[in-house]
């Protein structure tokens, strides 16, 4: 499998991407994940890769979703809204869970031809993330803010610097690279995790193959990708012996031709278990019943 390489010639072929019940547009669940994604960082990654090109324009999108453990145990949901600006797509993703916890998560970034992140803010608080934490990044200065409580909630922990950042980095947005590759594509992007001490990373996005979901009575395919951090041989055991060896993280993105979200596998928070986030439907109550 070769990794895809990206250029300007893609973009001549961008398409409005409309709405589908939701699905997608939804792919900003991106942001959903994967500040989601927390993957741990263990080295600077490389500079000068090319940003992913826009082949389906992301527009308004208002969605809902809900958060299970990996054995389908419901955990919470959530809601994604996202507008679109001149020269500007703001999306806004809440998870809130049955225990009180809460991931909020906001991502500004333009598609002018290719996809470029401008602007990314994180809170998560509450019992399932053990560490608090607060992110704020300006994509293009490099500056960001880290305001981490590790292990105790009165406990302050202030990073605030610079970094210098490839024009592919992409807090918050690696579903909507996923549905803007080419169809068996693979890529390699940037990712900054945030431990939380922020590091930059390079990430493969790697199809693995097709596969089957029911949406009512029909079937519909759908690619499933592999998100892998590049870790080196040192790097990986040192992972495995301080326990933070990144697990598996897996997103499946709508394989008809115009690409939809459908759900994704990770953790939302560095160190975290993987959990299931996936799409719902609003359900109308019957008459005369409070919801």
Wanted: aromatic share 6%; net charge positive.
């Amino acid at each position: 499998m070769h990794l895809h390489r990206r250029d300007s010639a893609d973009a001549a072929r961008a398409t409005t991407s409309p709405l589908i019940a939701g699905v997608a547009g939804l792919a900003r669940a991106g942001a959903l994940l994967i500040a989601a994604l927390a993957v741990p960082a263990w080295a600077p990654g490389r500079a000068g890769a090319d940003p992913v090109a826009v082949r389906f324009i992301e527009g308004i999108t208002r969605g809902f979703l809900v958060v299970s453990a990996v054995d389908g145990k419901p955990l919470g949901q959530g809601d994604i809204r996202q507008t679109a600006h001149p020269g500007h797509v703001e999306s806004r993703m809440i998870l809130r869970f049955r225990d009180g916890s809460l991931h909020d998560e906001t991502v500004t970034y333009t598609q002018d031809k290719v996809f470029k992140l401008e602007r990314f803010r994180l809170v998560q608080k509450g019992p399932s993330f053990p560490e608090p934490v607060e992110i704020s990044l300006e994509a293009g200065s490099g500056e960001y803010l880290v305001k981490a409580h590790p292990g105790a909630a009165d406990r302050e922990k202030i990073y605030r610097g610079t970094l210098k950042l490839p024009p592919d980095t992409y807090n918050g947005l690696l579903l909507i690279v996923l549905k803007n590759l080419p169809t068996g594509a693979a890529a390699r992007v940037h990712y900054i995790a945030f431990t939380p001490k922020p590091y930059l990373i390079d990430l493969d996005l790697l199809p693995q193959g097709e596969e089957k979901v029911r949406v009512g009575d029909e079937s519909r395919p759908v690619t499933r990708y592999e998100l892998k951090p590049r870790l080196g041989v040192l790097l990986r055991v040192a992972g495995a012996i301080l326990g933070r060896t990144p697990g598996r993280q897996q997103c499946w993105i709508l394989a008809d031709p115009v690409p939809g979200f459908v759900g994704c596998q990770a953790p939302l928070a560095n160190g975290g278990p993987p959990w299931r986030i996936g799409l719902t439907s609003p359900a109308a109550t019957p008459n005369g019943t409070k919801p």
